[in-house]
């Protein structure tokens, strides 16, 4: 009878205890979750869901049909030059991106500035500038880019916003 007392104890002091299904850490922020896009904040959680997961699911739709990426390249012509492209091109470069990097962290800091201009009672249009670190960890390379990007979102008819201009100010 005593070695199933000891083993009822054991049981009872280890609470169901499984090495092998440790406590999440969420110790580092909100937890990573799909959010409805109901906000630009939830547009930019999803963001970072995307990066962290590398899914390019989620990330094409956090891209309004009318998506336009801007971003300055130094190395055209004698000063440099600000350089776009649309939605197809972007989800291209970033499943190439997603492809090439083993880990990609993005941490949205302060924001800048956020201005809302309504259309109507029932569309608006938000203008919004974060500063952000992303870190790209590939097999022979790591990146750390900061700087600041500036969205501009809008309400879609399915309730959902997305961005329809991202430009990125950020360096390498």
Not at 49 to 63: E, Q, R
Request: hydrophobic letters at 40%; one cysteine or more.
């Amino acid at each position: 009878m005593a070695p199933l007392s000891l083993v009822t104890l054991l049981f009872v002091l280890a609470k169901c205890f499984n090495p092998f299904a440790p406590k999440l850490d969420s110790s580092h922020g909100p937890p990573l979750v799909i959010t409805p896009q109901r906000s630009p904040e939830e547009v930019l959680q999803n963001f970072v869901y995307a990066y962290t997961f590398k899914d390019s699911l989620v990330y094409a739709d956090l891209l309004d049909s009318s998506f336009v990426f801007v971003y300055f390249d130094p190395n055209i012509g004698s000063s440099g030059r600000f350089v776009s492209w649309g939605r197809d091109v972007d989800l291209k470069t970033t499943g190439r991106l997603f492809k090439t990097f083993e880990t990609i962290t993005l941490t949205w800091n302060s924001t800048i500035y956020q201005d809302t201009t309504f259309v109507d009672t029932t569309i608006a249009s938000i203008q919004l500038s974060k500063t952000l670190q992303l870190n790209l960890f590939g097999k022979n390379e790591e990146y750390t880019l900061s700087g600041s990007a500036i969205f501009d979102f809008r309400s879609c008819e399915d309730k959902k916003w997305r961005i329809t201009r991202w430009k990125d100010e950020s360096t390498m």
